[in-house]
């Protein structure tokens, strides 16, 4: 699935063969999430199209009430998981200041309606750069390194390993460009991680989030009752 609008692009002429392609570049934050265990042998069909739902509806609400449009990214499904872009001018610390808590509260929504099979734990990829769009798709090595990021060996062992609903990586360049410059961004809740991926070893930084804990107060005893 992919949706528009696009985002503030510039064009070059690109010799294919005898052919004459258009190159559509523009510069993007690229936010990757990805369903852990979505093909888990105790999740029939009917389970992963739940699952799906869910999670479209928990990112669509997260992204708009961190103050980003959902509607004017552009998404491609993964099946198990959603590639978004969003363009150049809306604010990246709008991702790490107010995105992941949102998405940890949507996720909690979900799953307490649903049985275990059906609940929802994500990991989310966060880079920026340039992205190339033709009439297939979107392609560039930003999008590669992202993908690299979000199938991390590291990232999903911290998720697997943890009671988190949502397991955060950072680029080395976004935690340096923007996660450490905000004071929202809880910056000190990242912790760098070696990532060796196919052709990618690079830096990055790992968060994980969990849901609130509620404390139920319990009521005082009454006159005489022992404690």
Request: charged fraction near 25%; hydrophobic fraction near 40%.
């Amino acid at each position: 699935m992919m949706s528009s609008p696009e985002p503030e692009p510039s064009e070059l002429l690109v010799v294919a063969g005898d052919e004459r392609l258009t190159l559509t570049t523009a510069h993007c934050t690229i936010v990757a999430a990805d369903i852990e265990g979505f093909g888990q042998h105790n999740r029939n069909n009917i389970n992963q199209v739940r699952i799906r739902h869910g999670m479209y509806k928990a990112m669509q609400a997260a992204f708009d009430a961190a103050g980003i449009p959902w509607s004017s990214c552009r998404r491609e499904d993964r099946g198990d998981g959603v590639l978004v872009l969003a363009s150049a001018d809306v604010r990246k610390t709008l991702f790490v200041d107010h995105l992941p808590n949102a998405l940890v509260e949507a996720l909690k929504r979900h799953n307490r309606i649903h049985p275990p099979r059906e609940r929802i734990r994500l990991r989310l990829a966060l880079h920026a750069g340039e992205i190339n769009y033709d009439q297939h798709g979107v392609t560039g090595s930003a999008i590669n390194h992202t993908s690299r990021l979000l199938d991390a060996e590291v990232l999903r062992s911290a998720l697997a390993n943890s009671s988190a609903v949502l397991a955060v990586i950072g680029s080395a360049w976004f935690f340096d460009e923007v996660i450490r410059h905000s004071e929202l961004s809880h910056a000190k809740a990242y912790r760098r991680a070696e990532v060796s991926n196919k052709e990618t070893t690079t830096q990055a930084w790992v968060r994980l989030l969990r849901p609130p804990v509620v404390r139920r107060l319990h009521a005082p005893p009454r006159n005489g009752q022992n404690l």
